[in-house]
């Protein structure tokens, strides 16, 4: 058990590019969840996968921000088009139940 | 929707005992975690209340009172590496709703 691992670290992108992000979680773990943090504030929910289905997703996200998770293994998560607003640290989580998270370390992005 | 309240910053002494208060407003209530996040670190799990009363993990406890909307976090014997931000959340959904968390506390531990 190597915990959740998100790649990349860090993202720095022009406005306007896409980016994409990916999350493994604990292979056991059937629910995955992508949080968006940041400064001074508690994570904020994006989206969340129980095994390869996507069963939530919040109104706040626009159609700019796409989720998948094939075969209910990794997760990915794109922005298109992305806006300064959108720099933030996008934290993975993954569980085997309703609590108890195991979050990653995380991707930094910065919009420039 | 759902709403936690929790104080921004918390200073205490090491060795001390603080306290972390959280009240939530949420249509419905499937228990209150508790999470830990050091600067620059992942937040991790902590501490989870489903029923009324208090939970122990070791220095750390969590309460729970569904009545009053209320729960918090006791540190006891605390130490310097408890320095960080502490996040109350809740679910206010059952089966698949996700974690909805408050803003944090900033916790502060001083020699």
């Known amino acids: 058990d190597t915990g959740v691992s998100q790649d990349p670290r860090h993202k720095i992108t022009k406005r306007g590019q896409n980016v994409t992000f990916r999350c493994d979680p604990i292979?056991?773990?059937?629910?995955l969840y992508w949080y968006r943090q940041t400064l001074g504030q508690g994570p904020e929910f994006l989206t969340y996968f129980q095994n390869e289905a996507q069963l939530e997703k919040s109104r706040l996200l626009s159609d700019r921000f796409s989720a998948e998770r094939p075969k209910g293994s990794f997760s990915t998560l794109e922005i298109q088009r992305t806006e300064q607003g959108d720099s933030a640290m996008y934290l993975c989580a993954s569980s085997p139940r309703e609590y108890g998270y195991t979050f990653g370390s995380g991707t930094r992005l910065t919009v420039v | 929707g759902q709403s936690l309240e929790q104080p921004s910053e918390v200073t205490a002494v090491e060795g001390a005992i603080v306290q972390i208060n959280c009240t939530y407003q949420t249509s419905g209530f499937y228990g209150l975690s508790w999470y830990q996040q050091h600067d620059g670190g992942a937040p991790t799990f902590l501490s989870y209340n489903a029923l009324d009363g208090l939970e122990e993990t070791g220095r750390f406890s969590s309460f729970l009172s569904r009545s009053d909307s209320y729960g918090y976090l006791l540190l006891q014997e605390l130490q310097m590496k408890d320095s960080a931000s502490y996040f109350c959340a809740v679910r206010d959904g059952s089966g698949n709703t996700p974690l909805v968390f408050g803003k944090g506390t900033r916790l502060s531990v001083i020699a």
């Open positions: 292979s056991e773990h059937n629910r």
